[in-house]
């Protein structure tokens, strides 16, 4: 991803939204927005191990509630092993992109 301006972009039928991910966390939250080498990223904490894709599965469990979509529309399209992931949330991309700049405030 090369926009370094927002946690987002859009492709076709989706948005795909960098994170960086803290797992083995006392609480499943999203806290905000920080700059990681790629770029902008969500910051992430979720309970969930690193291990069997524990944390994965709660990173997109996670990211499904908070922004109002089924979990079967978000999935982890790249960053499998790393802490800095992109996750794909299917959907209208004009709609979802209003709803994550809603929950940014």
């Known amino acids: 991803m090369k926009d370094r301006t927002q946690p987002w972009r859009t492709d076709a039928g989706c948005v795909i939204v960098r994170l960086r991910v803290s797992p083995k966390s006392s609480k499943d939250t999203i806290d905000g927005v920080e700059l990681t080498a790629e770029g902008l990223a969500l910051t992430v ?18 990211l499904a509630d908070w922004t109002g979509v089924p979990k079967s529309s978000v999935l982890v ?13 299917l959907g209208d991309s004009t709609s979802l992109q209003t709803r994550l700049a809603a929950r940014l405030g």
């Open 77 to 89: 399209s790249s960053g499998h092993r790393s802490r800095v992931k992109s996750l794909q949330i």
């Open 45 to 62: 904490r979720v309970r969930a191990v690193p291990a069997d894709g524990e944390a994965n599965a709660a990173v997109e469990h996670l």
